[in-house]
């Protein structure tokens, strides 16, 4: 009885971190291609909207940026409208937050 008892927390435990584990693996990483349509840089500097458009479906993406470093390449002027941008993006709260964001010929 005692072997059964502990087999059978052993495999709720197992059972519970296999879910765990797949719940981590609906928030993937989406990456695009696409040319900025779109681009509203907040009054404070500390956050910016950007629509891209996808250059193979031709749908807009709208996404919220706020690293530093990408920040900084809009007030620079590095990255413009109808620039082509790389962009690696995560969807977890509903919104699509950059994680990376580049000229896709380099910036």
Request: one cysteine or more; proline letters at 1%; aromatic letters at 4%.
């Amino acid at each position: 009885m005692k072997k059964f008892l502990t087999s059978s927390i052993l495999s709720l435990m197992l059972v519970v971190a296999a879910l765990s584990i797949s719940a981590v693996a609906f928030a993937e990483e989406l990456k695009m291609v696409g040319t900025i349509t779109k681009l509203e840089v907040a009054v404070d500097g500390k956050s910016a909207n950007v629509v891209l458009k996808d250059s193979k479906s031709g749908v807009e993406v709208p996404i919220l940026v706020i690293d530093e470093l990408t920040l900084d390449k809009f007030k620079d002027k590095r990255i413009v409208m109808d620039d082509e941008i790389r962009c690696k993006y995560d969807n977890e709260s509903g919104k699509n937050l950059a994680k990376s964001f580049k000229k896709t010929a380099g910036c």
